[in-house]
């Protein structure tokens, strides 16, 4: 806003507004939950590098697998081309 603009009074009213701080219920429940959450997170994690070979970690090994072998491929075919040259 400008200095020759006149001010909202609806965001004058917004300004004079009071601080809102949870109560301490609130905090303690967000807190619960959280600690919840990261206890999922964690045996999700625990449990997942225990089974590495899930069906889809499969999926992606072989994938990989198989990029890497075209990879090699076309490297081999590319010392060959450039070789005959």
Avoid: K
């Avoid at 109560?23 to 449990?47: G, I, K, S, W, Y």
């Avoid at 090994?61 to 450039?82: D, F, N, Q």
């Amino acid at each position: 806003m400008s200095s020759h603009e006149q001010r909202d009074p609806t965001f004058e009213l917004l300004r004079r507004l009071p601080q809102v701080s949870p109560d301490a219920v609130a905090a303690a429940r967000v807190r619960r939950r959280c600690h919840a959450a990261m206890a999922r997170r964690a045996a999700l994690q625990a449990r997942g590098s225990r089974s590495a070979l899930r069906p889809g970690r499969l999926s992606e090994t072989v994938l990989i697998l198989s990029m890497g072998l075209y990879l090699v491929a076309v490297v081999a075919e590319a010392v060959r081309v450039a070789g005959s040259l």
